[in-house]
């Protein structure tokens, strides 16, 4: 069974439901890891629990022509991270804050993002104002380094929609960081 | 100045506790047997018919100390309960709305046809339970010989329950 794929464990699990702890070893640590890196270690363990139970429940509707269950698994936890906007932008801001204060010496930077003269908290908030059809694929593009088709899994929208939602969330930053711009999304 | 890049910047890895991993394995693995036990049902099922699905079943939970099976429930577009299946020690319920499959609730027909007999851990306190909930006792609380003791209630649509504890 361990060299089967995502789609034949969960065939399996239907008439032998222990299988199912398969997909957990072979994905929970990715999840708490993505999960930990929008709202914090200690809700992302609390969620990774309720995704898989979630998973697990309806691991029916799994669709069997997909090599993989994890952007599936994304997509869920996507969801339940609705439920906890206040700790990501907490989160989002903590992160501001300690990204600007190693600047100098964070290569992921560049000179590019420095001569730009845009504050990293900027940034923070200016990706918290996103709306979430917009949010959730900047972040897991940018973040979890989704790929088009795999985002389309997770978000269950045409590879198409991803696509436009991904550059409206662009444009929409860039619009926000203009140093000059005042316009501002619906404050939330 | 790309915003994706912008955005990679802001990318931070919360520190896990590698021990989370085997609590959630843990947590799973019971979710898993929990939800595994329902489906080695018991071989006979009553179901029975009611006005108030939604209600029978809190009354039940709350008056009996009955479970709802978790993923028995069936909702209809108005988002009333259905029909879904309560347990008890090794024992299962179906509850259903009255009409399906030809059955009516006392409460409609003004009769029961029938009565369901349970046997529980501690009579007293399930017969004080009940009481506190509302149900109408319609045999009270006695020794019956040396065999066991009994209750007998009816729920809040007058199905007739049979609560007993037998005597080692």
Redesign the interface.
């Known amino acids: 069974m361990s060299d089967s794929s995502d789609a034949e464990v969960i065939g399996r699990s239907l008439s032998e439901?222990?299988t199912?702890?398969l997909i957990?070893?072979r994905h929970?640590?990715t999840l708490?890891?993505f999960l930990?890196?929008r709202a914090?270690?200690k809700i992302?363990?609390g969620l990774?629990?309720e995704l898989?139970?979630i998973a697990?429940?309806r691991r029916k509707a799994f669709d069997p022509s997909r090599e993989t269950a994890l952007p599936w698994l994304y997509g869920i936890g996507s969801r339940l991270l609705l439920k906890h906007r206040r700790s990501e932008a907490r989160?989002?801001r903590a992160?501001?804050r300690?990204?600007a204060d190693s600047q100098p010496t964070?290569r992921?930077?560049?000179a590019?993002?420095l001569?730009?003269r845009?504050s990293?908290s900027r940034?923070?908030d200016a990706?918290d104002s996103l709306p979430d059809e917009e949010r959730e694929p900047?972040?897991l593009?940018?973040?979890e380094e989704l790929s088009y088709q795999h985002m389309a899994e997770a978000l269950e929208l045409p590879i198409g929609t991803v696509r436009s939602r991904l550059n409206r969330?662009?444009a929409h930053?860039?619009e926000l960081?203009e140093p000059s711009g005042k316009k501002r999304m619906k404050p939330r | 100045?790309?915003?994706?890049?912008?955005?990679?910047?802001?990318?931070?890895?919360?520190?896990?506790?590698p021990a989370?991993?085997e609590?959630?394995?843990a947590?799973?693995?019971t979710?898993?047997q929990q939800?595994?036990q329902p489906m080695r049902r018991p071989t006979i099922v009553p179901r029975l018919p009611y006005e108030n699905v939604g209600a029978a079943l809190s009354f039940l939970e709350r008056a009996f100390g009955f479970r709802e099976v978790p993923?028995a429930r069936g909702v209809r577009a108005d988002g009333a309960i259905d029909y879904t299946m309560v347990e008890f020690g090794g024992g299962m319920v179906g509850l259903g709305a009255q009409g399906a499959h030809g059955a009516f609730s006392p409460k409609t027909v003004g009769t029961t046809t029938q009565y369901i007999t349970v046997d529980v851990d501690d009579i007293d306190t399930h017969h004080e339970r009940a009481v506190a909930s509302g149900a109408e006792i319609v045999s009270r609380l006695h020794d019956h010989l040396r065999e066991y003791r009994v209750y007998e209630a009816l729920d809040l649509e007058g199905h007739r329950w049979r609560f007993l504890q037998w005597f080692r």
Not at chain 2, 2 to 8: E, F, G, R, S, V
């Open positions: 439901p222990e199912f702890g957990y070893d929970a640590a708490l890891r930990g890196r914090g270690a992302a363990e990774v629990g898989f139970r697990f429940e989160r989002l992160s501001a300690l990204a964070d992921r930077m560049g590019a993002a001569d730009a845009v990293i940034v923070a990706i900047l972040l593009f940018a973040w969330a662009r930053l860039r960081l | 100045m790309n915003p994706i890049d912008l955005t990679k910047a802001l990318r931070r890895d919360a520190a896990f506790d989370a991993l609590r959630g394995k947590a799973l693995m979710m898993i939800e595994v993923t």
